[in-house]
């Protein structure tokens, strides 16, 4: 099987139409920046007068404080700052363990190159690593025009949990005990890494997140309200998670080694290697874990002539083993264009054993009860290699900027299962699943007056997955998806007005080998707009809209087995919904409180849904469109610095849903309030460790057809730094008190159901990391002359 581009539908001259513009624009502007000034200096420390070595060094322009550009000294101590153009600035020089600089104004003419005559001398910082880290952190949350921020890097759970495990700390996302990621307790939402869909593609992002370390987040963005730049799949919002990158030059690396309760193993390590023009990366990951989860069913069934009770109880183990690989290379051929290539390899095995019991009794008569057993154990091996190039081309006018990325990958999976019944005997199936998806996107950025820019670009996405099953293949299933996009976009500020708008166009069209075939055009226009009404407060408005397109899962008809009292089935005349989402935002800051607050209204059509229905004593659960949904709520959100070592974020939302089926769904108008909460204080005490506590809370809530219960977890995290700096030890408890559940009421025609789901909720895990390389032999050498603790958080 191949994939090709398809240019079809003639998007690719249309995306050269978009950008002829822009380019002709540049060339026009392009000899009015003339950039041909240099700064010239040297760094030095002020006990020995010594050179020093990869100092950062910074240059912004005035009065705006913008960052024009950086570099770092080199061995002599020495630094070069090209390419500037005639005007006014200031430069701020910073190295680890010593105090930073910042220069008084001065002013570059055209083609001057200064030289600064005497050294620039840096003193030794007198205060403990973790003064410095406390004074120099950044808050946890800053809200832009389009997004939240939430900065991760120091949070004690990010040095030994997963991205999964610290992505639960954050305000508005909640993680499921199976892995997944909601957003306002919404499961559609889309996970990018670095803005990208390439980083998981072919895998789900649970599964992916769950094997990836938290130390390599630098910080995580939430986005409700996604601009038109971005892919306009999902129907909740955006969840971005931004990777450090690797600066220092020299050979650095990391490794690191997990053990948890109940047979839980990890162990990481990753290494660069960064010589100017051309950086090598690489990781190789390995996870055991098993788990333990059960639950119970009780579903009262009415029949012609009489009510059945059925009751299940099932005890299961899962196990997954995973290795994983990563090899990445940059090339940086200028200044101006940098070239980029990596692979990666998975290999998943993952094993599911469970023992069904099933208990059926007659209400009405006096029968003794039906009691049957089953065993099933189900083991799947999943291969799959991800291949990522991309190219960057910076322009000599800052801010003009077009990149490149392109993705591929190719997954198997052999799927295999068996089962031991009392009544049938032994039974086995076994399907395997191919998977083949690539992503091509092309983006530029052109600046428009002093404070504002152009963007535009486009984007191919293709989706092919095979299922087959080689001793039936009527079961065989064959699902393709081609999405075309094309997105416009302006954003700037003029005093205190900030704005972006835009407009994306995406063609999709989707088949199946099950007489499913689906084509469509759909506009989905973006509005931000920011306003201060002082230097401590701001509104935002904004609104966007989103789309969700039924998936494999939802369209593949293949039965599983695993347990014959609960089937789940695709249908075949499933149609994509439309979410629109407009929110407004308040923000009050305060010397050491910042309150935010949101109004929010999600209103979704046609909704695809789950729906569960009961024939021939058997629960059927499909996904089907079964009506609107509104979903209206506030948020709270205060963030508070009681002091340089303890602070607190609380987070409150309200929400009131309301589920309105359509003519052909058996089900009534479901509605109900609803709140969930959650409150996470971080304390960094001064040469002790770093303890953190994540509470939440989640009411009841509706669903289509029932409800979920509430629900009460409390989470510990702590984190030390050893060694000098060189090393780390944390601990991570998830759900200290265990008493996190997740029990799912549902009723539907002629029968009603209630399931409680027992995870292995209360975990521990303790993970020990050591840091090597070049740029923590320079910090051994610098702690012995000054005798200050350095963390690797400060470079």
Same mark, same amino acid.
């Given at each position: 099987m191949s994939l090709k581009l398809d240019c079809r539908n003639g998007l690719l001259p249309v995306l050269l139409f978009f950008l002829s513009p822009a380019v002709h624009s540049y060339a026009q502007d392009s000899t009015k920046a003339i950039t041909n000034s240099y700064l010239n200096g040297v760094v030095v420390e002020n006990e020995h007068q010594k050179p020093l070595e990869y100092a950062t060094v910074s240059i912004y322009s005035l009065p705006d404080s913008l960052?024009?550009?950086?570099?770092?000294?080199?061995?002599?101590?020495?630094?070069?700052?090209?390419?500037?153009?005639?005007?006014?600035?200031?430069?701020?020089?910073?190295?680890?363990g010593f105090e930073s600089y910042s220069s008084k104004p001065i002013l570059l003419k055209e083609n001057e190159k200064l030289l600064l005559s005497d050294p620039l001398v840096l003193h030794a910082d007198t205060q403990t690593i973790t003064e410095v880290e406390v004074t120099g952190n950044r808050d946890f949350a800053r809200i832009e025009l389009d997004k939240t921020v939430y900065n991760v890097s120091k949070s004690p759970v990010s040095d030994g949990g997963t991205i999964n495990e610290v992505l639960a700390t954050i305000p508005k996302l909640n993680v499921t005990a199976n892995g997944g990621i909601q957003l306002r307790g919404s499961s559609d939402v889309k996970i990018l890494i670095d803005g990208k869909l390439s980083g998981l593609l072919g895998m789900s992002p649970g599964d992916v997140l769950s094997n990836m370390p938290a130390a390599d987040v630098d910080r995580v963005e939430v986005i409700t309200s996604p601009s038109a730049k971005y892919d306009a799949s999902g129907s909740a919002g955006i969840v971005n998670i931004i990777m450090k990158k690797e600066r220092v030059k020299g050979f650095n690396g990391n490794a690191s080694a997990t053990i948890g309760t109940v047979n839980k193993h990890s162990g990481r390590t990753a290494l660069s290697l960064r010589t100017g023009k051309l950086n090598f990366s690489g990781s190789y990951s390995y996870q055991d874990n098993w788990s333990g989860r059960d639950y119970e069913l009780s579903r009262l069934t009415e029949t012609e002539t009489n009510v059945e009770m059925l009751k299940v109880s099932a005890d299961a183990d899962l196990g997954n083993r995973s290795h994983i690989g990563q090899f990445g290379m940059d090339y940086l051929i200028n200044d101006k264009n940098t070239m980029s290539c990596s692979v990666t390899n998975r290999n998943v095995k993952q094993n599911k054993n469970g023992f069904y019991k099933y208990s059926r009794t007659l209400i009405t008569s006096s029968t003794f009860?039906?009691?049957?057993?089953?065993?099933?154990?189900?083991?799947?091996?999943?291969?799959?290699?991800?291949?990522?190039?991309?190219?960057?081309?910076?322009?000599?006018?800052?801010?003009?900027?077009?990149?490149?990325?392109?993705?591929?990958t190719n997954n198997n999976a052999e799927n295999y299962g068996n089962y031991t019944d009392e009544t049938e005997g032994n039974t086995s199936d076994f399907f395997n699943s191919d998977r083949e998806e690539a992503i091509v996107q092309l983006d530029y950025k052109q600046p428009v007056g002093d404070a504002g820019s152009i963007e535009t670009g486009y984007m191919y996405r293709t989706n092919e997955i095979n299922f087959d099953e080689p001793i039936d293949l009527s079961t065989a299933f064959n699902y393709k998806e081609s999405i075309h996009g094309l997105y416009f976009q302006l954003s700037g500020e003029k005093g205190n007005f900030g704005y972006q708008v835009g407009l994306r166009s995406e063609y999709s069209d989707i088949e199946t080998n099950k007489a499913y075939n689906d084509d469509y055009l759909d506009f989905f226009p973006s509005v931000h707009f920011s306003y201060k009404l002082s230097d401590n407060k701001q509104v935002l408005l904004t609104y966007s809209k989103m789309i969700y397109r039924p998936d494999s899962g939802m369209l593949n008809p293949f039965q599983n087995l695993s347990d014959p009292e609960n089937q789940k089935l695709g249908r075949k005349?499933?149609?994509?919904?439309?979410?629109?989402?407009?929110? *407004?935002? %308040?923000?009050?800051?305060?010397? /050491?409180?910042?309150?935010?607050?949101? @109004?929010?209204?999600?209103?979704?059509? &046609?909704?695809?849904?789950?729906?569960?229905?009961?024939?021939?004593?058997?629960a059927i659960v499909t996904s089907e469109n079964l009506g609107s949904k509104h979903y209206a709520g506030v948020d709270f959100n205060l963030e508070t610095k009681f002091n340089k070592w303890w602070s607190i974020n609380s987070y409150l939302s309200g929400i009131y849903q309301k589920f309105t089926p359509s003519g052909e769904a058996h089900f009534s108008t479901n509605d109900d309030f609803g709140f969930f909460g959650k409150l996470t204080s971080t304390m960094r005490i001064p040469k002790w460790f770093n303890f953190q506590t994540t509470l939440r809370y989640d009411s009841d809530m509706p669903v289509a057809q029932g409800s979920y219960d509430q629900s009460f977890?409390?989470? *510990?995290? %702590?984190?030390?730094?050893?060694? /000098?700096?060189?090393?780390?030890?944390? @601990?991570?408890?998830?759900?200290?008190? &265990?008493?996190?559940?997740?029990?799912?009421?549902?009723?539907?025609?002629?029968?009603?159901?209630?399931m409680k789901y027992n995870?292995?909720?209360?975990?521990?895990?303790?993970?020990?990391?050591?840091?090597?390389?070049?740029?923590?032999?320079?910090?051994?050498?610098k702690t012995h002359g000054s005798g200050v603790q350095h963390s690797e958080k400060d470079i």
């Open positions: 960052l024009i550009k950086g570099t770092i000294t080199n061995r002599k101590g020495e630094f070069e700052l090209a390419d500037l153009a005639g005007s006014s600035y200031y430069y701020k020089i910073e190295y680890l009860p039906n009691e049957t057993s089953r065993e099933s154990a189900v083991d799947i091996d999943l291969t799959s290699w991800v291949y990522n190039a991309s190219y960057i081309r910076k322009f000599d006018r800052k801010g003009q900027e077009l990149s490149f990325d392109a993705a591929y005349d499933l149609g994509a919904y439309y979410t629109h989402m407009p929110e *407004f935002t %308040f923000i009050y800051k305060r010397d /050491k409180i910042t309150y935010t607050t949101n @109004l929010y209204y999600v209103y979704t059509d &046609n909704i695809i849904n789950q729906f569960r229905w009961v024939k021939d004593d058997v977890q409390v989470d *510990f995290a %702590f984190g030390k730094r050893i060694m /000098k700096g060189k090393a780390s030890i944390s @601990l991570w408890i998830y759900d200290v008190l &265990n008493n996190s559940k997740y029990n799912v009421n549902t009723s539907g025609d002629r029968f009603t159901q209630r995870f292995e909720n209360r975990v521990a895990n303790f993970t020990f990391r050591y840091y090597f390389g070049k740029k923590y032999n320079v910090l051994k050498s």
